[in-house]
């Protein structure tokens, strides 16, 4: 099968999407059966397979992207189907599978600055209705998908994520090293924090929770990773009377982020919604315990491999992160939990099911073309 995808967000600091895409043709160059055209925009890594061919996209506009690059190189490449994240080509020669990893900007619209939220509200629903497939990456999100935009179920296909390439294990003197260039001291015990500084990811109220830590006389200092986003500045507030005990990275690179996880005491992941959370995962590999809020898909992607607090009550946020710094035996207990956990999803899996869905879409394009 001749596959296109589209990789444009590789390089642009995306986070999740770049994960994801990066993830999923690192399990396309396990199978024999995809023939992968990988559309970036001059930020790919290499690619070891001779199955992978990279295409360079002639420009960064979206607009030209979706109207006529994409549309005109996957004709070119004869691609069976054309794989996209949130938004489909305006036309396409073979059938279009669009991820979408969650519909936030619907139901919680004041976490999306106007621009994000006039082009998500538009843009997505469009392509939801003109794919042939739709992805998504949690059960959460694939109900959510259903109901709010009346999609027959059998068009809707969950597939979990796997963690990103901070997960790899790394050396810790190597670890120790890479923290300390960051400008952290390793041999401080810290609580790590992931994530863009946006209100989705809730670091005002871990901030406010980690005060009563440091009014605990707890010796613990707060690194919170991410670069800023809407409403950043909100977060920087939070934080201004705590200089020397809060420390903020921007965007790291995946070494340094697999660092600052392999020499962190808790991963906090406090954030209001979740339609996956590939930082968990990262976490957990790492044997980092982890805390993190009881909302969106992160109990359906953690398990029980986390202790989970209400990420709207700064106390329970306090208590937990606490409780898993001291508990000695839970901290063993959560390390190993969230090993066995993260080992469950893999991008060759995800890779695998995905492979299906391009079969099932294409096998249905087919027939209709042949009755049509």
């Given at each position: 099968m001749r596959v296109g995808l589209d990789a444009h967000m590789v390089g642009s600091h995306e986070t999740g999407n770049e994960t994801y895409v990066l993830g999923l043709i690192d399990g396309f160059t396990a199978t024999k059966?995809?023939?992968?055209?990988?559309?970036?925009?001059?930020?790919?890594?290499?690619?070891?397979?001779?199955?992978?061919?990279?295409?360079?996209?002639?420009?960064?506009?979206?607009?030209?992207?979706?109207?006529l690059d994409l549309p005109v190189r996957t004709w070119r490449d004869a691609t069976d189907v054309v794989h996209t994240t949130y938004t489909a080509p305006l036309w396409s020669s073979c059938p279009v599978?669009?991820?979408?990893?969650?519909?936030?900007?619907?139901?919680?619209?004041?976490?999306?600055?106007?621009?994000?939220?006039?082009?998500?509200?538009?843009?997505?629903?469009?392509?939801?209705?003109?794919?042939?497939?739709?992805?998504?990456?949690?059960?959460?999100?694939?109900?959510?998908?259903?109901?709010?935009?009346?999609?027959?179920?059998?068009?809707?296909?969950?597939?979990?994520?796997?963690?990103?390439?901070?997960?790899?294990?790394?050396?810790?003197?190597?670890?120790?090293?890479?923290?300390?260039?960051?400008?952290?001291d390793p041999s401080q015990p810290y609580v790590l924090a992931v994530g863009n500084l946006q209100p989705r990811k809730n670091l005002v109220r871990l901030i406010d929770a980690f005060r009563m830590l440091i009014r605990d006389n707890i010796e613990v200092n707060l690194v919170l990773v991410g670069p800023e986003h809407f409403r950043s500045e909100l977060v920087t507030a939070a934080a201004s009377?705590?200089?020397?005990?809060?420390?903020?990275?921007?965007?790291?690179?995946?070494?340094?982020?697999?660092?600052?996880?392999?020499?962190?005491?808790?991963?906090?992941?406090?954030?209001?919604?979740?339609?996956?959370?590939?930082?968990?995962?990262?976490?957990?590999?790492?044997?980092?315990?982890?805390?993190?809020?009881?909302?969106?898909?992160?109990?359906?992607?953690?398990?029980?491999?986390?202790?989970?607090?209400?990420p709207t009550d700064i106390n329970s946020i306090a208590a937990t992160v606490k409780g898993v710094m001291n508990d000695g035996a839970l901290r063993e207990r959560l390390a190993r939990a969230g090993r066995i956990r993260q080992s469950q999803f893999t991008w060759e899996r995800a890779a695998e099911e995905t492979l299906a869905v391009y079969r099932d879409a294409l096998q249905e394009h087919r027939i209709g073309h042949t009755t049509g």
């Open positions: 059966d995809v023939e992968l055209f990988v559309y970036h925009a001059g930020h790919m890594p290499n690619v070891a397979s001779q199955s992978v061919h990279l295409r360079r996209l002639r420009g960064t506009s979206s607009w030209s992207r979706l109207t599978i669009l991820t979408v990893h969650d519909i936030s900007y619907a139901s919680h619209p004041e976490w999306f600055s106007p621009r994000d939220l006039g082009v998500l509200s538009r843009a997505v629903p469009w392509s939801i209705k003109r794919a042939a497939r739709v992805i998504t990456v949690s059960d959460l999100c694939r109900r959510e998908i259903i109901e709010r935009y009346a999609v027959p179920e059998a068009k809707v296909v969950r597939i979990y994520n796997a963690a990103g390439p901070a997960a790899r294990t790394i050396a810790p003197e190597v670890a120790r090293i890479e923290v300390a260039a960051l400008g952290i009377d705590l200089a020397g005990r809060v420390h903020f990275t921007g965007y790291v690179s995946h070494g340094q982020l697999a660092s600052l996880y392999a020499c962190a005491r808790v991963f906090a992941f406090p954030s209001l919604y979740e339609g996956f959370g590939i930082p968990a995962l990262e976490a957990m590999a790492h044997g980092t315990p982890v805390a993190c809020a009881r909302a969106g898909a992160l109990p359906e992607v953690c398990g029980d491999a986390a202790a989970y607090f209400d």
